[in-house]
């Protein structure tokens, strides 16, 4: 009897797990399609500002736009390269967004390890500080940081740019670095101890390749904020151009009477070049990165 039912049983079996199948699939196929109109929404705004770039000017200027041309050229690329001062507001962009990644991620790393290692008083009152100071608006915070740059001599400098991202990635940085720190075990930390290790060396040596990966995600949000900038660039930097930045760059073809939107949007791309890359170097420890903060 035995032999007469397995079979029966096991085909029972095999269509069940086909009809889940079947069922599941609807919600999986909804689900692909669901992404793929997202990434289309998503990407879709990048893919015209290329087409508008390379699109001669009588098609950006005409009344019936279309989704692709028929004759590409590559004349707003070469007025932007041409553009003198262009290079300057390259290099200017990469020492503040560099400048702004490697003191936030070290700050950040070192304040993380503090508030995780450590007990003093007033800890929990520092973390909820760190929230408040995400909530508070950067526009509303302009014009008293034009002051403070004022009075520290600090207008028309690429230090006026450099210290306000700073104070402003850290927040963001710490609390994500604080669940990397936390999730070494303090077990690793004294038997590092026991093996003679130095507590700096346990710091730079074992602790900080372990939340490396951290470090990575919140330096990806740290330079796509200071290489977009436009709002401190523009209030900050005010009669010294040799000290503007990329975004600064945008308003040489933005004339009210007649702006040249084909070297604004080839100016865009330029731009839009160096945080591809950047996300193409790091793409692998951005995504166990964040993966982990997800997990803690």
Do not use: C
Not at 10 to 26: H, M, N, T, Y
Not at 140 to 161: C, E, W, Y
């Amino acid at each position: 009897m035995s032999s007469v039912h397995g079979p029966a049983a096991g085909g029972s079996g095999v269509r069940g797990s086909g009809v889940r199948g079947l069922v599941r699939r609807p919600w999986r196929l909804a689900a692909e399609v669901t992404a793929l109109l997202v990434a289309a929404v998503v990407a879709f705004p990048l893919y015209w500002m290329l087409l508008s770039a390379v699109k001669p000017a009588g098609e950006i200027e005409s009344t019936d736009p279309r989704p692709w041309t028929s004759s590409p050229t590559l004349d707003s690329f070469r007025r932007v390269l041409e553009q003198h001062e262009f290079g300057r507001y390259f290099v200017n962009s990469l020492i503040v967004a560099v400048s702004v990644v490697i003191a936030s991620a070290l700050i950040a790393f070192l304040a993380a390890t503090a508030v995780t290692r450590f007990r003093f008083r007033f800890r929990t009152t520092l973390l909820i500080m760190f929230l408040v100071a995400q909530m508070v608006p950067v526009e509303a915070l302009t014009i008293p940081l034009f002051f403070l740059m004022r009075d520290f001599g600090q207008l028309n400098t690429l230090g006026s740019l450099i210290l306000p991202h700073i104070a402003f990635s850290l927040p963001f940085a710490i609390w994500m670095l604080r669940g990397f720190v936390k999730a070494v075990p303090e077990s690793l930390e004294e038997a590092a101890y026991l093996d003679g290790a130095s507590r700096a060396r346990f710091l730079w040596q074992i602790l900080f390749p372990l939340v490396l990966p951290g470090l990575v995600a919140t330096s990806v949000f740290s330079f796509i904020s200071a290489w977009n900038d436009f709002l401190f660039a523009k209030s900050f930097i005010i009669s010294d151009t040799s000290q503007s930045t990329l975004p600064m760059a945008l308003l040489v073809f933005y004339k009210p009477d007649e702006p040249d939107w084909g070297g604004v949007m080839a100016a865009s791309t330029v731009m839009t070049v160096p945080v591809l890359v950047f996300f193409v170097l790091v793409q692998r420890r951005l995504v166990s990165g964040l993966g982990g903060a997800v997990k803690d």
